[in-house]
């Protein structure tokens, strides 16, 4: 085993794509820069991040992923495509097309898991496995990585296969080979500024939690906004990604545990409103829309108006 610079990642692209990966990109482990770090301590300033206190946490380890794991030297970047053509009709609840398969942060951290035991046994070095809840700008490092562009909907895009992908990182002590950064951008397009219902994007390219159906049906855990009308929307909101042009033509997922359960596509608003607290936890076993709670649930379809 060696920890000296590795000629050629594509040994670990493979083993990306065995694991169900769509596209995989490596980027230096370095401190960000500070012009993208004051962007999001200005973004924390405004309170645009609403109840989400934990955001204001951890901006040294935010700002020096080293910190996530003493000696990193690369930054591995993969995304899982979780794309899956529409849900049913129009007046059934929708939900945020991530939500309907199993809980990616499970199932992104064992196959994350996997391919950090291959960097492993094929490189030597430590690893660290990040999903989601690690306090790292994923979407940044993941444009550093090549793997994608960040839209003005905040999300990660990524050429040829959409916004609807899962992000996971592994921190290595291996020296890679890094990709060029992804230079790409949303060109003038302003779809999802122009048709997010809350109103949420500025052209700035700051998001308003608090005015984002996404953060409160699912993070924001009070009353909601009398006059508040969610549409058909009970978990999350797919629309400032389903008038992306580059979600047009998105593959579909080749990851069976992020098909949508049938029984959840299935349930009707009225559903929602009869349904126990047993009845929700064997629904949403292993599912991100436990997140929520029954009672988070059940509020977001009372701001529903078309049912
Ligand atoms: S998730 Fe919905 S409400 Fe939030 S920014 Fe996107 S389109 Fe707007
Ligand atoms: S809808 Fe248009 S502006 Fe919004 S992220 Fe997609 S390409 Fe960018």
Not at 64 to 69: E, G, Y
Not at 106 to 121: N, Y
Not at 186 to 206: D, Q, T, V, W, Y
Request: with cysteine; proline share 5%.
């Amino acid at each position: 085993m060696s920890s000296s610079p590795s000629p050629c990642s594509n040994d670990l692209h493979c083993k990306a794509v065995e694991l169900g990966f769509s596209k995989v990109g490596v980027t230096k482990a370095t401190e960000v820069p500070q012009a993208i770090f004051d962007e999001y301590e200005l973004w924390i300033k405004n309170n645009f991040h609403g109840e989400m206190t934990y955001m204001e946490r951890y901006g040294d380890i935010r700002r020096n992923p080293r910190l996530l794991l003493d000696d990193a030297r690369s930054i591995i970047v993969v995304v899982a495509n979780y794309n899956y053509p529409a849900q049913n009709a129009l007046k059934t609840p929708q939900f945020a097309s991530y939500s309907l398969g199993d809980d990616y942060h499970e199932v992104m951290r064992d196959k994350l898991s996997q391919l950090a035991t291959f960097i492993q046994e094929k490189w030597g070095g430590v690893t660290r496995v990040c999903v989601d809840t690690a306090p790292i700008f994923e979407r940044y490092w993941a444009q550093q990585a090549g793997v994608g562009f960040i839209g003005h909907n905040k999300m990660l895009i990524v050429p040829q296969i959409g916004s609807y992908v899962f992000i996971g990182i592994i921190l290595s002590s291996v020296e890679f080979q890094s990709d060029e950064p992804c230079t790409l951008n949303c060109m003038g397009c302003n779809a999802c500024i122009r048709l997010c219902p809350g109103k949420a994007i500025s052209l700035s390219g700051m998001i308003d939690a608090r005015k984002c159906h996404s953060y409160l049906t699912i993070e924001y855990r009070g009353d909601l906004p009398d006059g508040l009308d969610l549409g058909n929307r009970v978990y999350g909101c797919d629309v400032c990604q389903s008038v992306c042009p580059h979600n047009f033509n998105a593959p579909t997922t080749n990851i069976a545990e992020f098909l949508p359960r049938k029984e959840i596509l299935n349930l009707t608003h009225d559903d929602i409103d009869a349904m126990t607290q047993e009845e929700f936890s064997r629904i949403f076993r292993h599912s991100a829309i436990k997140r929520t709670k029954l009672a988070g649930l059940q509020r977001n379809n009372r701001h529903c108006s078309k049912k």
